[in-house]
């Protein structure tokens, strides 16, 4: 049976670091309030002048495809999950593949808000699984700063810029991606979104004066999805395939908010040690979280671990994926 296997995986971060103490000489918050309500210490921003979410994207690419030994020329397909693309048109993924001297292979980007990584990587699963595609690269780029409002202390303490990658290649090995259970619900929409930019209110005076090109969330709202969705859609992956609490290595969720990793993990009646945490280095970077997650973990991964990614975002859309990790985690260098 083939299955579409993690073989490699890299990331990028901006070397800026926004801490908690610089926010509050920014707006009115402070290390304690952000620390107790939603657990980030910093995040990294992206400051470079004319560069985009394609600029950390192909970093995270280029290094992938150096520490795999991949010639790029040998990729046949890369999705970029983003919410922050480079431009309207094109795809930032053309960028990206461009940028990364990837050449032969076809590109789009993918938005499922937070969840977009997830989305992308269950995508890219079927084009290995049926033998379209040999070598698929998922990447999820965001430079979240250029969307906060950072007089915003709803929000501006959440968000950081970051790119991670992953090789998607056929295995006969019993690893790879077993399943997955994707959802959304539109309901979510007012909840969660940016007002201006798109077709229905495309970018004006008005709506750059009215500060309608930012992230707007209603925190409250959000968190109670967040919640229930990610801790019921993790154990109906889990009772589907007879997995145990036991049997699981790793719960790899979508850093959002401490509070909410906290209460998955309790629903789910999992150990703390066996959830991947690291929203308070580096913040929420939407469809980056996921990557980056594996990436910081990966030396401590060995070949057929049990692990579930699970995530929440925009749309609403959240999901949970099991897969068996394809390697031991022997390197990380990048």
């Not at 290995?128 to 409002?149: C, H, L, Q, T």
């Not at 950072?150 to 929000?155: H, K, S, V």
């Not at 259970?181 to 309901?187: E, M, R, V």
Request: aromatic share 8%; charged share 20%; net charge negative.
């Amino acid at each position: 049976m083939i299955r579409a296997t993690i073989t490699g995986i890299a990331a990028e971060l901006p070397d800026d670091i926004l801490t908690n103490d610089e926010l509050s000489n920014m707006v009115d918050t402070s290390d304690e309030w952000i620390m107790t309500r939603i657990g980030i210490k910093e995040r990294r921003i992206l400051k470079e002048s004319g560069k985009g979410s394609s600029h950390l994207g192909a970093k995270a690419v280029k290094k992938l495809l150096e520490k795999t030994a991949t010639d790029p020329a040998e990729i046949d397909l890369l999705i970029c999950a983003t919410v922050t693309p480079d431009h309207q048109f094109p795809a930032t993924a053309n960028i990206i593949c461009h940028k990364a001297g990837i050449n032969n292979a076809f590109s789009y980007d993918l938005n499922a808000g937070c969840s977009g990584f997830l989305y992308a990587l269950a995508t890219a699963q079927q084009f290995v699984e049926n033998g379209k595609s040999k070598k698929v690269v998922v990447v999820g780029a965001e430079k979240m700063s250029s969307i906060v409002d950072y007089q915003d202390r709803a929000t501006c303490p959440i968000f950081g810029d970051a790119a991670g990658a992953v090789l998607l290649e056929p295995s006969e090995a019993d690893t790879g991606i077993i399943d997955s259970i994707l959802q959304s619900d539109g309901a979510g929409q007012p909840h969660l979104h940016q007002k201006a930019g798109g077709s229905v209110s495309p970018a004006s005076h008005r709506t750059v004066d009215a500060g309608e090109h930012f992230i707007y969330q209603e925190g409250q709202c959000v968190f109670k999805w967040a919640v229930s969705k990610m801790a019921d859609v993790s154990g109906k992956i889990m009772k589907r395939n007879t997995l145990a609490h036991e049997d699981i290595a790793w719960l790899v969720p979508h850093q959002a908010n401490l509070r909410i990793i906290e209460a998955v993990a309790r629903r789910m009646n999992l150990d703390k040690n066996k959830v991947m945490i690291n929203i308070h280095k580096y913040g929420n970077t939407t469809a980056a979280t996921l990557p980056l997650c594996l990436w910081e973990w990966e030396n401590r991964l060995m070949k057929g671990d049990n692990i579930i990614l699970t995530t929440f975002g925009a749309g609403f859309t959240w999901g949970a994926m099991y897969l068996k990790w394809g390697y031991d985690g022997n390197y990380r260098d990048y």
